[in-house]
Structure formats: C-alpha cells, structure tokens
C-alpha cells in the first residue's frame, strides 16, 4: 500500500504526542550536536526550498538542517526560477516531487502553500505565510519546554499584531491545551475561524496588563509583518499600548520568559530593556530553529 505523504501545511496537520515527539527529538539532536555529533538520519535527501518572501532564521535553518543531518538543499528564489515567468504551483509540485525528497515554500497567500501541497507527492513544509508561521512555533514550544517542562499547564500571552505568529499560537495552544490570551489592538484580531476552532485554550482580552497576568510565556512580533509595511506610520499609533516593556513584563508571572520570532524592532513591539534583559530567550529561540527543524524534516520524512 503506498504511504499518506505528510504535509506540514499548519500546527493542525500533527497531533498532540506528534508535536511532542518532535520537540524532544529537537531536543536530543541539540545535545548530540552540541557533543559533535551528527546522525546521518537524512542522507542522500534533497529539500527544494521556494521563497518568494525574505528570510534569514527559517533560510538558514532548513539549509544547514539538510547538511548537518547528511542530505543537500537547494534555495530556489521565486525571481530565479520560472515562477515569476507565470509557471504554476501545481505543475512546479509536479516538477519537483519527482526530484527531490522534501519541500519548503514561504510565500504570501496560504492558499499557495495549498496548492502545492495538493499537487506534490512528498511532504510540504509550510515556511511562512500571511496566515501562518508553524515551524516558529516548534522551536518557540521547544524553548518553552526546556526552560518550563510540561507545556500543557502553561499560561502564555500574546500581545500586538494578531499575524500569522499569532495564529499559530492558537493553533499550539489547542493541540498542546496550554492557555493564551490574546491582547491585540482593535481590528488587529488573528484570524476569526482559527480563534473559533481553539475557543477551548485561546481568548481575546481587552488589555495588555490583564493579558499577561498569571503567564509563564510573554510573546509578541513586529507590528508591521512582510507585506503590511506601507501603513506602518499608522501602526506605530494604534499599537502604542502595545509594546512589551518591564512595566508590562512585571505584570506577568516572576518568572515569565519573553520570546520573539525575530527579527525585532527595539522601541515598536518591544523595549531594549526586556528583549535585551533577564527574561529574555530569544536567542536560545532563534538557536532551536535548527533543532527543531531537523527533528521536524526527520519525522516527515519517516512517515
Ligand atoms: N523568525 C523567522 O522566521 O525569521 P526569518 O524571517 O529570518 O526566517
Ligand atoms: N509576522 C512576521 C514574521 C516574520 C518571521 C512576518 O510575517 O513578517
């Protein structure tokens, strides 16, 4: 019988022990790797990565998880290939299932990474689109995991934009069960049908101060995501009560840890004082990209 390609379209395409198991494996490999050593588990494979959007954390991540764990990948720029030259997604799935073993898109619309899912025969990963941002929130669960332990008693906030990062918080918090409040600016709210579907773990507060009462997890991103920048004069006024600063972080559990995506805007979404400061994780965060993607590859690839 042939095997069920997995994708990794949204959090939503793994289950609870899935998305576990992927976290501990992350963390193992970072503990062999820190010892130099380096498992062969993905030799001779071969990842197609399309990026129609910047990117340094996922770019770099993907790329030397492929090298570090024995396979090769190969960066594919939407303006260098025949993309831009109006070629489809179908046909490029099509194209490339039959050559490479793996592939990551980051593009604007979901409904891209939809398309090419739908029309590939090797698992998908979705790398960053307007609406979601799932392979950030493995390495944000894995840091959560290793500074906290269980992830499923946990309370985390979010304040600012409601972006794609947002949503795949809510995503998480209905398959890990952890609490999130959401504190976003009027009209800013994360998508209403992702919202509806983790009712359970996932609610909107009015304000910042009582979002982040009671959390272990205090997280944000930028205010303007790729894409939005032509009306960030207008953001930066709407999100002014937005910002994660000490006074707001004091609010939080005594020892609460900050997290950020990156990359970070110092004196928008975030003051120097907390993403420069004891609470702060984002470096170690940005550090568990690789780890968790590797672990993530790895397990797409074996089922
Ligand atoms: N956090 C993140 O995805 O960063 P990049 O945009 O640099 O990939
Ligand atoms: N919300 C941000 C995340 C960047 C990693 C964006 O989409 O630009």
Same mark, same amino acid.
């Given at each position: 019988m042939m095997k069920k390609v997995r994708h990794f379209k949204t959090l939503l395409d793994i289950n609870k022990n899935e998305?576990?198991?992927? @976290?501990?494996?992350?963390?193992?490999l970072k503990k062999l790797q820190t010892n130099n050593e380096y498992p062969d588990t993905l030799r001779k494979k071969i990842m197609a990565m399309i990026f129609k959007k910047n990117s340094t954390r996922t770019r770099i991540s993907l790329e030397s998880s492929m090298s570090k764990l024995g396979g090769h990948a190969i960066y594919l720029s939407s303006d260098s290939s025949q993309l831009s030259?109006?070629?489809?997604?179908?046909?490029?799935?099509?194209?490339?299932s039959g050559m490479v073993d793996i592939i990551a898109i980051r593009t604007h619309s979901h409904e891209e990474v939809l398309e090419l899912s739908a029309n590939s025969t090797v698992p998908v @990963?979705?790398?960053?689109?307007?609406?979601?941002?799932?392979?950030?929130?493995l390495a944000d669960m894995q840091t959560l995991y290793e500074e906290k332990g269980q992830l499923s008693d946990k309370k985390v906030a979010w304040v600012g934009d409601g972006c794609n990062m947002c949503n795949s918080y809510i995503n998480a918090s209905k398959i890990l069960g952890f609490h999130l409040n959401i504190a976003t600016p009027h009209g800013f709210?994360?998508?209403?049908?992702?919202?509806?579907?983790?009712?359970?773990?996932?609610?909107?507060?009015?304000?910042?101060?009582?979002?982040v009462e009671g959390?272990?997890?205090?997280?944000?991103?930028?205010?303007?995501?790729?894409?939005?920048?032509?009306?960030?004069?207008?953001?930066k006024v709407l999100f002014k009560g937005y910002q994660i600063n000490q006074n707001l972080m004091d609010k939080a559990n005594e020892s609460a840890i900050?997290?950020?995506?990156?990359?970070?805007?110092?004196?928008?979404e975030v003051a120097a004082e907390v993403i420069d400061g004891a609470s702060s994780r984002v470096w170690q965060q940005a550090h568990n990209r690789l780890y968790s993607s590797q672990a993530l590859i790895e397990f797409l690839l074996n089922n």
């Open positions: 998305f576990l198991s992927i @976290i501990k494996r992350a963390v193992e030259r109006g070629e489809s997604l179908a046909d490029t799935a099509k194209v490339l @990963i979705n790398a960053l689109t307007t609406k979601f941002h799932p392979c950030q929130l709210e994360p998508d209403e049908e992702t919202l509806k579907n983790a009712s359970d773990t996932a609610e909107l507060c009015d304000l910042p101060g009582k979002a959390c272990d997890l205090v997280t944000t991103d930028v205010w303007s995501s790729m894409g939005d920048e032509h009306d960030h004069d207008k953001r900050f997290l950020h995506c990156l990359p970070a805007h110092r004196g928008e």
